[in-house]
């Protein structure tokens, strides 16, 4: 068990790293002692606005600091698979970013690094830790809306990074990083939690690469993303998403159920003729601290880590549900390829 504060360190200073600093600083259970950044500007900056004492240019210069308890890896995906096994072997706690990997069986990898080294592992989708959230899972547990079967999903990002050698990795195809795996992910995975993750069974997917800025030999990643996944229990999940759309159409994050549905963060019926909408109040499965306002957007993510590495509860994302939900993104950038659906061993 580690000591009280959690002693953490955080790898990567763009916007999710700095993001992860700020809620950690504000975390009761953790404190930020170090950061570290192949780009030595963006690590001092990052420093001296969260006041952070230590910072590295090299990740294993921070593993090497004794003090450090944890490490939350805010890397791009391609070569994140050793630095989780480093930062494990180094015996940090690791709290890994999304997109998790590049392919499912490096999750495995990783997990059975964690398990040899007895630290915990634990994988990024900040949306499941939100109370509400949880909140809506709890009720569809609870059959508010009877047995779920369809879950629905539009959503537009509406920017293209630069190219660069950082984000080369946004713009190549199967990288997960465009409109799929950077953005929307988070709201398939969630949407994929609340009817309880049931195992993928197939996919189909179809891209467009309406900008593409990258030739290389991979291909150009996805500019808007359409596709269907089906599960066990014949469950299915429809997305659509978009990092540059010219509608100006609202985000959906819609689940059905054979009794109601969840839209707009309520249960919605269709009675006697017209909608009616409820609240949900299930409670929270999940004590986190409740502030006043401004609550960084990993907040809650990063306290639920701290609880995980003191035993309390079990991480969330586990390296079981995220080796799962990997195999649904592989399988949608699969079948998006290849113009096929596939089957999800």
């Known amino acids: 068990m580690a000591k009280s504060p959690i002693q953490l360190g955080v790898i990567g200073c763009g916007w999710a790293g700095s993001q992860a600093v700020r809620a950690a600083k504000v975390v009761p259970r953790t404190t930020v002692i170090a950061v570290a950044d192949i780009q030595p500007n963006r690590c001092q900056s990052v420093a001296k606005e969260f006041s952070v004492p230590e910072t590295y240019e090299d990740c294993h210069s921070l593993f090497a600091n004794s003090q450090i308890d944890a490490v939350y890896l805010a890397t791009s995906p391609d070569g994140r698979l050793q630095v989780v096994l480093d930062a494990l072997e180094a015996g940090k706690h690791v709290l890994v970013q999304k997109p998790h990997a590049i392919r499912a069986p490096e999750i495995l990898e990783m997990e059975s690094a964690a398990k040899d080294a007895g630290k915990v592992l634990q994988f990024c989708y900040f949306m499941r830790h939100f109370p509400h959230n949880r909140k809506i899972r709890a009720a569809v547990f609870n059959g508010r809306i009877g047995d779920p079967y369809h879950a629905r999903i539009f959503g537009k990002y509406n920017s293209i990074p630069p190219l660069d050698q950082n984000n080369r990795w946004l713009h190549a195809y199967g ?17 994929w939690w609340w009817i309880g993750c049931p195992d993928p069974m197939w996919a189909f997917g179809a891209k467009h690469a309406l900008y593409p800025v990258y030739d290389g030999p991979e291909g150009p990643a996805e500019d808007y993303f359409t596709g269907i996944v089906g599960f066990e229990g014949n469950k299915t999940i429809q997305i659509d998403c978009s990092r540059m759309n010219h509608s100006d159409s609202p ?9 109601g549905a969840i839209t707009g963060g309520k249960i919605s019926r269709f009675q006697n003729g017209e909608f009616k909408h409820e609240e949900i109040n299930e409670l929270s499965d999940i004590p986190h601290t409740e502030l006043q306002s401004d609550v960084p957007a990993f907040f809650y ?20 549900d995220a080796y799962a939900f990997m195999k649904i993104l592989d399988g949608l950038y699969d079948s998006a390829k290849i113009e096929k659906q596939i089957t999800i061993e």
Do not use: N, R
């Open 175 to 191: 990288y997960k990083g465009g409109s799929l795996g950077q953005h929307y992910s988070h709201e398939l995975d969630l949407a």
């Open 251 to 259: 985000t959906v994050v819609e689940l059905y159920g054979t009794t």
């Open 301 to 320: 993510e990063i306290e639920h880590f701290a609880m995980a590495i003191s035993g309390e509860v079990e991480p969330e994302i586990s390296s079981t």
